[in-house]
């Protein structure tokens, strides 16, 4: 997310128009710029939870409970042609919802025909939308790029940047950086067997605004953040997604475990920090369990 990015426009240059737009005219450089649905970098990804209506499936003949339920496993099939490029559908527990659905890849007109398909189905009078989240897979800007890194490492760390240490260092992170990176902009769903999801943002309110807090204080405060991550590396998998401008919060977090108690602890040893402790608000959990999706049929009854 580029926070702080540069919005203003350059100066005209002479003979360029000095009017600004007017609604339903065109940039001059949009000409220039191919319109697509496709992000420059990164992912689509949809997050959707369901419902099902017991009342409206009894009144359902087993005719279309037997087409629906096939329709919804087809729409679903990852294997199909035109399937997006990552989809997993999980039970969930409790009364947020029965099941849910989510999916990442390029075509976001793929995403959305599959959510279509499901409510669409002969199923469909059965199954009601509870909670949806769509937003866009990123890298943050709080990710240390090389340079950096070896910034972190003088000056915090003391690493002499002379030293074989210092450059040993550098070139691990370098090798790291790169799957690294393609993992958050290109993620593989962990076949893990449980997953937590919960959207969040930065707290705007009075000394409290994480906005206006120097760059360089809030790189810190991620930076101790993403330490209090790594202690659950090979328990639990993380992605950030990035909805400024796309959904009612900021950013959409997706974890998967090994465990389910390893959600509940890293939730809780990430909430001690400043970044989240002073600076974050949270909106509803959802936790589900990862099943194929004819099982999470079978679990929900449908």
């Known amino acids: 997310m580029s926070q702080g990015a540069d ?3 350059t100066p005209p240059t002479a003979g360029s128009p000095t009017q600004p737009m007017q609604h339903g005219h ?6 220039r710029i191919p319109a697509s649905l496709v992000p420059d970098v990164g992912w689509h990804f949809l997050h ?3 419902r099902v209506d017991r009342a409206a499936l009894a009144n359902l003949s087993p005719e279309a409970r037997h087409e629906g339920r096939r329709q919804i496993l087809e729409a679903v099939d990852r294997g199909r042609p035109g399937a997006p490029e990552q989809l997993q559908m999980f039970a969930v527990p409790g009364h947020k919802a029965d099941f849910g659905l989510m999916m990442a890849g390029t075509d976001i007109r793929a995403i959305h025909a599959i959510q279509q398909a499901v409510q669409g189905s002969a199923l ?3 199954i009601v939308p509870t909670y949806s989240f769509y937003s866009i897979t990123e890298i943050s800007e ?14 915090r760390e003391g690493v002499d940047p002379e030293s074989s240490v210092y450059q040993t260092k550098v070139n691990a992170y370098a090798e790291r950086l790169v799957p690294m990176n393609k993992q958050r ?4 769903f962990p076949d893990w067997p449980c997953l937590c999801f919960y959207p969040m943002s930065k707290m705007r309110d009075g000394e409290q605004n994480w906005y206006t807090l120097p760059f360089e204080e809030r790189t810190e405060l991620m930076s101790q953040h993403g330490r209090s991550g790594m202690k659950f590396a090979g328990k639990v998998s993380q ?3 990035a909805s400024t401008g796309l959904d009612d919060w900021e950013w959409g977090v997706t974890l998967w475990a090994r465990n389910p108690s390893f959600l509940k602890d890293i939730v809780y040893t990430m909430r001690f920090d400043e970044s989240s402790a002073k600076y974050a608000l949270f909106g509803p959990f959802y936790f589900g369990y990862i099943l194929p999706p004819a ?4 679990t929900v009854r449908l």
């Open 295 to 298: 099982e999470v049929l079978d």
């Open 7 to 9: 919005t203003s426009t």
């Open 185 to 188: 902009l290109y993620p593989e």
């Open 26 to 31: 065109r940039p001059a450089s949009a000409e």
């Open 239 to 241: 992605v950030i997604t």
């Open 142 to 155: 709080y990710v240390p790029d090389v340079e950096a890194y070896g910034k972190i490492l003088r000056d």
């Open 48 to 50: 959707v939870f369901y």
């Open 124 to 126: 469909g009078p059965a």
